[in-house]
């Protein structure tokens, strides 16, 4: 792994601008363009894997998916489809899905991924035809039409072609992806392959932030192809041989669909497409493949990691298949809780005799998505590491803080049919404002990193004036309680004292307790509240300033809701939309005498 170290332009305004003296390397034309080499350097190897029926691995080689893509551009071009007019995917992560991705990217149709919450969680449908009635797509592929029936109803009937991968349970007139994929490419699919260059765009990632419906991404091939260029620049190792993964992550979200399968294919190497989940009953999924698939790299959220741990560390043939080629971790989406680094890393000690890297990056939609990266052993969780080549980091003070912007061939152009919203996002200099903060772990050495700082808007003051920092206060508050906390919202606005809202681990709360608990009872049980208040306390006892101690905590029953924005696309908790939606909660945990309510010496 490489080590560029970082340039430094301090300017009088106190603005400070970060870069990579490494310059970005050659780029690829496009996607496209790698898929193709890839296919005609090594038809046979393995690029996608997904269990069949039968839980055998389904395996499809470069040349394969090459041909599905080529069959499927030839559909679309015959179909009369046009690059002004995007093709929606509303499924999970498949062979399929890919095949419609690289065939929609191979003849220049953007491609657009919805969330399947959109369609299987949500109980309105409001964002998922808010989606479609705005970027106004001309095909919809939905795999399984089955468990999709509601959200097709839900949506206006249309020129749209639906096209489903299976036809039981498939509305009238819809077309089989079968069908398409039996077609024999005609010159015109080469010819339009050919027209692709880096400014084309080649998806429509969305993303609704902390506000708002959904907005349309654009991600160019620029974009793409630049982040996985500058990434092999600095893990080198991808380069040495080809990469294993295996990823659930969704394609529908940058950190699965550009990051991680575009690292697959731009380093010509395989994906297994992980089944399992970070949620009970589906991790298990995660650690049988495992004992079969030894990754080179693994990606995970913080969520991931910590419900993969207890397992692991149960699982010898588990263990051994993740850290038998590991080279190293990565996590995004959140920062990892400092109780959980600190068991990961003891883990890949005293399996593999050393210290496995642990490390991540800053990014998001907008930024395709890494804009910094981190390949060193860091001294403690939150450093985002420094800029990628090619990429630039402003720091621009903002209150007590210093915003984060970012400038660099991997930021997007802006967003699809939103002009206002692409006016907004950028700095007079066109820097993106990601809408985070930063500071420098070692003031004296800013080679040794950003540390993330939390949301620009998210720090509050108390009735006192004092300012809390909430972001850095939410991550001390998980570490502290470990393992009772999931994720926490930090209360106190224009209050005497600093509260929390917990959204409960239920597996470190089924630990702790030494037994399965009743999700239904879990905010008022004892072993919880005991674990919160001895945690807590010694956290309180270490940090004696009114801004810094916590003295009252509410546990959440109800997790976090996607139809009212309380997750953003990056994963994190959106804590402005959890308190404006749970003011109740915020209100009894203030006034209230509920025996839920759990105070804090």
Known sequence: MQMFGVNVEQRDSGEMILSCPEPLADLPSSVVAMLRDHAAAHPDRDFLCERNGSGEWRRVTY?????????????LLEGGHSPDRPVAILSDNSLDQAFVT????TVGIPVMPISPAYSLMSQDHEKLKSVID?????VIFVENPEPFARALAALKPSDRTLVVGTSAEAPSGAESLNDWLAKSPSPEVDDAAAKIDLDTIGKILLTSGSTGLPK???N???????????????????????????DWLPWNHTFGGNYNLNMVLHNGGTMYIDEGRPVPGRIEATVANLREVAPTLYLNVPRGYDLLLPLLEEDEAARDGLFRNLQKFFFAGAALPSNVWKRLDALAVAVKGARVPITTSLGSTETAPAATYMNWLPEAAGNIGVPMPGNELKLVPN???????????????????HDDLTAQAFDEENYFRIGDAGRFENENDPAAGVVFDGRVAENFKLNSGTWVHAGQLRLQAIAAAAPVIQDAVVTGQDEEEVGLLVFPSIAGCNEVAGEEIDPAVIASHTSVHARLRKGLAAHNADNPGSSTQIKRVLVMTEPPQIDAGEITDKGYINQRAVLGRRSNLVDMLYTGDSDDIVLID
């Open 63 to 75: 040349r394969d998916v090459l041909a599905a893509a080529n069959a499927i551009g030839q559909a």
């Open 102 to 105: 690289f065939g929609a990217m």
């Open 134 to 138: 705005h970027n106004d797509p001309s």
């Open 216 to 218: 349309g991404v654009l």
């Open 220 to 246: 160019t091939h620029r974009m793409m192809v630049s982040n996985q260029v500058a990434s092999a620049q600095v893990y080198s190792f991808l380069k040495d041989e080809p990469p294993v993964f295996l």
């Open 399 to 417: 209150g007590d803080k210093l915003e984060i912007r970012f400038r660099g061939p991997n930021i997007t152009p802006g967003y699809y049919k």
